[in-house]
């Protein structure tokens, strides 16, 4: 028998770092929030792009270190042994919040880096690297040294690798704009709506066979068709970011077509979590891992999928590039593919972890409605805001800050809408904490030559 208690414990406090960034997230949500309603009390000390930086950094950050934990866990089980060199492991989870948090500062000290989404300032960008290299080291050593290989665990090692190498054009220094963003986009779009998908895949493949009973060999042949849809029409919808910075002509064709694709990918993703989860051969009793688990499949095809491709054609997409019906698209796309994933994943380890079963429990429940129904309403009044936006400003020629104060309403409507949802995922810490830490009990696989877990 392989003791897995390493990996269970290096999973369990990147989970707990998750947790704690996501609710630091959320508090400065609503920071803008209230600023777009016009009450910017704080902003003698966190200025609005101080605020909008952190926002969206601190969703990358608790992104990563939530596909850092599955990882932690998913390698070593897939594999069958436990966590190569778990003392450099912990170092790596550490040196990743320390990163955090000196990025978070500088924020707020102004010191940072002027580019959309790739903020954090050049310095943290090598201490990114090496942390993120020291991490690729440890699952790739204990993968190697493993007793068996998987699809689903290559899946997830190549989608890291691949995050990782594209990571590294965003560190070129460009003088022209129009180089820098270019290549800036390998990082950003690549990323969420590249590699992350495989990520998502392998993740969802792990998940599926744990909680669905189906053979192996059936959900992993699926993971290759539907990732690699997803993968090759995500590469080359990159060319709807490149309309309008001075990329060549064919990009607008390109991009037009291959995002009229990426709906299907999502489409396909969904229609293969549902059609899994039905087809179940065994009840498993966590039935909050499943909802989650199917509910990625199905509000990623929402919020990346048809949104996406409500507003990226080119002739919609030149109205609206730039206001918040892009918000719109941002905000459920990265809930329904990443946020709801990480969130399935620690749904599905915490009882594995900590040996305490609470399925059932009325927090559990109310954590998954209360936050995906906040976050669709959160979706529709950004979709309100960035429509009357889109006609005040783009269209009827009204001056931005008159406009900003006619949307002061929705803005209401949206901080109603993320009042609701963030009591869901407060229900849902509340119901990480009540687990507990992991139990001192080794946790066990089978040795070579007995049944494979999920066969």
């Not at 090759?232 to 060319?239: C, H, K, V």
């Not at 559990?364 to 309100?384: H, K, P």
Request: aromatic letters at 16%; a neutral charge; proline letters at 4%.
């Amino acid at each position: 028998m392989t003791s897995l208690k390493h990996s269970r414990q290096l999973a369990w406090a990147f989970f707990a770092a998750c947790m704690g960034l996501f609710f630091l997230q959320i508090c400065y949500g609503f920071i803008m929030g209230f600023a777009h309603m016009g009450y910017d009390v704080l902003h003698d000390f966190i200025p609005f792009n101080a605020a909008r930086a952190t926002h969206t950094n601190l969703l990358v950050v608790w992104l990563l270190a939530g596909f850092m934990g599955s990882a932690y866990y998913i390698i070593p089980e897939e594999s069958g042994r436990d966590i190569w060199m778990p003392k450099l492991a912990w170092v790596q989870w550490g040196s990743l919040l320390l990163v955090g948090v000196i990025a978070i500062l500088g924020f707020h000290m102004n010191w940072w880096e002027g580019r959309k989404f790739l903020e954090i300032p050049r310095p943290l960008d090598y201490l990114v690297v090496v942390n993120v290299l020291t991490f690729l080291l440890i699952i790739g050593m204990t993968l190697w040294n493993g007793k068996r290989f998987t699809t689903t665990a290559v899946t997830l090692m190549v989608g890291l690798t691949a995050a990782a190498l594209l990571y590294l054009p965003g560190m070129i220094y460009f003088e022209n704009l129009a180089m820098d963003s270019y290549f800036r986009w390998w990082v950003v779009h690549l990323w969420v709506e590249g590699v992350w998908e495989l990520i998502m895949g392998a993740i969802l493949a792990f998940l599926l066979i744990k909680l669905t009973g189906v053979d192996r060999e059936v959900i992993e042949k699926w993971l290759y068709v539907i990732v690699g849809l997803t993968f090759l029409s995500g590469i080359l919808g990159t060319g709807h970011h490149y309309y309008w910075m001075g990329a060549p002509e064919y990009w607008l064709m390109v991009g037009g077509i291959f995002s009229a694709l990426e709906p299907l990918a999502f489409l396909g993703m969904a229609l293969y979590t549902v059609t899994i989860s039905r087809k179940g051969q065994r009840q498993h009793p966590n039935k909050t891992a499943l909802k989650w688990s199917v509910g990625t499949g199905i509000m990623s095809f929402v919020g990346a999928g048809l949104l996406g491709f409500a507003h990226t054609l080119p002739g919609v997409n030149i109205w609206t590039h730039g206001t918040l019906v892009t918000a719109m698209h941002g905000h459920l796309a990265f809930w329904g593919a990443y946020a709801m994933l990480v969130l399935a994943m620690i749904s599905y380890t915490l009882p594995e972890m900590t040996g305490r079963k609470f399925f059932d429990h009325w927090r559990s429940e109310w954590a998954f409605w209360l936050a995906n129904i906040g976050m669709v309403f959160m979706t529709g009044a950004f979709a309100v805001a960035g429509v009357a936006q889109v006609y005040l400003e783009r269209l009827g020629g009204m001056d931005f800050m008159l406009v900003q104060e006619e949307l002061h309403v929705h803005f209401f409507m949206l901080v109603m809408a993320a009042c609701l949802f963030t009591l869901g995922i407060l229900l849902f810490i509340w119901d990480f904490i009540s687990y507990g830490l992991p139990v001192e009990s080794e946790s066990v696989l089978p040795a070579p030559g007995e049944p494979v877990p999920g066969k």
